[in-house]
Every structure is written in C-alpha cells, then in structure tokens.
C-alpha cells in the first residue's frame, strides 16, 4: 500500500540540457511589468514601485513545443520571459547571495487568456483564470548555469511567424534576477524546484490557431512553439 487513499499526482518536471536527468518544479513565481516599456503599454507607470507576483501551477510548464489555444478567450497574448531555475532556497536570501540558488535558465512564455485577466483586474478578483490555465507556459530545456553562466544581459526578442513582435534585452528589467530571488524570499520559503518567470519586454500581443511563436534568449538559443 502507497499510504495515500488516491494515486499520487504526477510530479511535473522539465527536461536539462545536457542531462538525461530532469528538473523537479515544486512552485512557479511570476513578476508583473518588470520592463519599463511593457508597463508603460499595459498603462502603468514604469518607475520602480514595489514588484509585485503571481503563481502558475507546476504542471502549467509544458514543453512539447505546442500551445493548445484555450476555452473561453477570444484574446490570447504571448509574453516572452526568462525562466529561472532554483537548486536551493531558504528565508530572507541576500541580494549579494541569490545566484548563489540559482540552478539555470530556460526559455519561457506567459501566455494570458487577457480578456479574462482585464475582467479580473475591473472587478479586483486575482489574475489565475487570466494566467493559470492549462499549458499556459511553454518552456524550453533548462541549461545549468554552470554552462552559461549568469544571465544579466543579453537580447529577447520574439516572433510570430517570422514577424518580429518583441525585441528587449536581460538588462532592461526594473528588478533584476537577484533583487526579486531576495524579495520573494521575504514573504516565501524558497525551495529547491522553484521557478521564477522574469517579466516581459513591450510588444505583447494576440495569437491565433495556427500561428507558430519562436522566442529567443542571447545565450539560450531559440525555441519554436506552435499554437493549435
């Protein structure tokens, strides 16, 4: 007997390159209008207030290169981010300290149902219907930053069907990897698994069935996600 009255629910893990092994997500942390530019076309003021975040579930990490275009949107945008792996956590981490926990760097996209997001915004109701739907986060291979180093700067640029629609750099982002790490170790336990979605440059915008998005990180390489 497992010691569990039902079948343990699947661990939700992502491929390494590199490695035959596999990284484990225990919780996905999201910055909102972390580059200056989008909050300013989100209608924001882009001076550097508090950052602010909100979770994905593990299991909205998808790798398969395929976006299943959701139920219930008419408005699906893409937002092309950094993905940032932790090996190790704790309570109240140093700034000076962070990337010290940090395991790698993965290509990433936070897709949002955003008709539903802004009804959430207008009623004051929190953003999950808007951002926490199934596969709502393709991501790439992790790549140990180990291999890479750590990621500071460095072009971001994505495409949809080979019309370029964002094009930003690491170094635009109003908190950077180590500031937010230490912010969020504030009010959360961080934890081995953890992964942090870094924000997104300007130039969001809508997709259809169809339409095949390529990100691409400096130091990362590129990934093709097709929406279906």
């Given at each position: 007997?497992?010691?569990?009255?039902?079948?343990?629910?699947?661990?939700?893990?992502?491929?390494?390159?590199?490695?035959?092994?596999?990284?484990?997500?225990?919780?996905?942390?999201?910055?909102?209008?972390?580059?200056?530019?989008?909050?300013?076309?989100?209608?924001?003021?882009?001076d550097r207030e508090a950052p602010f975040f909100f979770q994905k579930n593990p299991?909205?990490?998808?790798?398969?290169?395929?976006?299943?275009?959701?139920?219930?949107?008419?408005?699906?945008?893409?937002?092309?981010?950094?993905?940032?792996?932790?090996?190790?956590?704790?309570?109240?981490?140093?700034?000076?300290?962070?990337?010290?926990?940090?395991?790698?760097?993965?290509?990433?996209?936070?897709?949002?149902?955003?008709?539903?997001?802004?009804?959430?915004?207008?009623?004051?109701?929190?953003?999950?219907?808007?951002?926490?739907?199934?596969?709502?986060?393709?991501v790439g291979p992790i790549h140990p930053a180990s291999v890479t180093g750590h990621?500071?700067?460095?072009?971001?640029?994505?495409?949809?069907?080979?019309?370029?629609?964002?094009?930003?750099?690491?170094?635009?982002?109003?908190?950077?990897?180590?500031?937010?790490?230490?912010?969020?170790?504030?009010?959360?336990?961080?934890?081995?698994?953890?992964?942090?979605?870094?924000?997104?440059?300007?130039?969001?915008?809508?997709?259809?069935?169809?339409?095949?998005?390529?990100?691409?990180?400096?130091?990362?390489?590129?990934?093709?996600?097709?929406?279906?």
């Amino acid at each position: 007997m497992s010691g569990y009255v039902i079948d343990v629910p699947k661990v939700n893990s992502l491929p390494v390159k590199g490695e035959d092994r596999r990284f484990p997500v225990r919780r996905v942390y999201c910055i909102g209008r972390n580059y200056a530019a989008h909050a300013i076309e989100m209608g924001h003021d882009p001076d550097r207030e508090a950052p602010f975040f909100f979770q994905k579930n593990p299991d909205n990490l998808d790798p398969s290169g395929e976006f299943p275009y959701p139920a219930h949107s008419s408005d699906v945008h893409f937002e092309a981010e950094l993905a940032v792996a932790l090996g190790s956590g704790g309570h109240n981490i140093p700034v000076e300290r962070a990337l010290e926990h940090v395991y790698g760097y993965a290509l990433a996209l936070d897709m949002t149902r955003r008709d539903l997001q802004g009804v959430a915004k207008k009623m004051g109701r929190p953003w999950e219907i808007g951002k926490a739907f199934e596969r709502s986060a393709p991501v790439g291979p992790i790549h140990p930053a180990s291999v890479t180093g750590h990621l500071s700067e460095g072009r971001v640029r994505l495409q949809v069907n080979g019309e370029i629609r964002q094009d930003g750099n690491l170094n635009q982002m109003i908190w950077k990897v180590p500031e937010m790490i230490a912010y969020l170790s504030e009010y959360f336990e961080l934890a081995a698994g953890d992964v942090i979605l870094s924000g997104t440059p300007a130039g969001v915008g809508a997709v259809a069935r169809g339409d095949v998005m390529r990100i691409e990180i400096e130091g990362l390489g590129a990934m093709d996600v097709s929406v279906v």
